[in-house]
């Protein structure tokens, strides 16, 4: 026969060592810290050397992947989660990337035109 309150006691610890794990979202370090909500400046096409269009792609590349691991650690709700944050977000990675892909149109336009001799 079973120690019911043996069992019980087990139980209860149990669940308190599972409630202390982290999450998988908590082990990783890119997880654990609130992401930025602060996008690289993309510079106008119109007048960018190459070498400010390869930074401002390299930069907003890189924005835009830790912003997707940070989404991606929270793709399941967590009690902590703020979804303001993770909508906040989300509407800053698509601005910036909409921003960017303009410029970087721009930036092509003046090649091609500067390429013909306008």
């Not at 709700?77 to 703020?82: A, V, W």
Request: glycine residues 4%.
């Amino acid at each position: 026969m079973l120690n019911v309150q043996r069992t019980t006691a087990i139980g209860a610890a149990l669940c308190v060592l599972v409630s202390a794990l982290p999450t998988s979202a908590e082990a990783q370090p890119h997880c654990r810290k609130s992401p930025s909500l602060s996008a690289p400046t993309v510079p106008d096409g119109s007048t960018a050397s190459e070498s400010e269009m390869l930074s401002a792609r390299a930069q907003v590349t890189a924005f835009i992947e830790k912003s997707e691991k940070w989404l991606n650690c929270h793709s399941v709700k967590t009690l902590n989660f703020d979804t303001l944050i993770e909508n906040r977000l989300i509407v800053i990675v698509n601005e910036l990337g909409d921003e960017f892909n303009t410029e970087l149109r721009e930036y092509h336009s003046k090649q091609a035109e500067a390429a013909i001799g306008h």
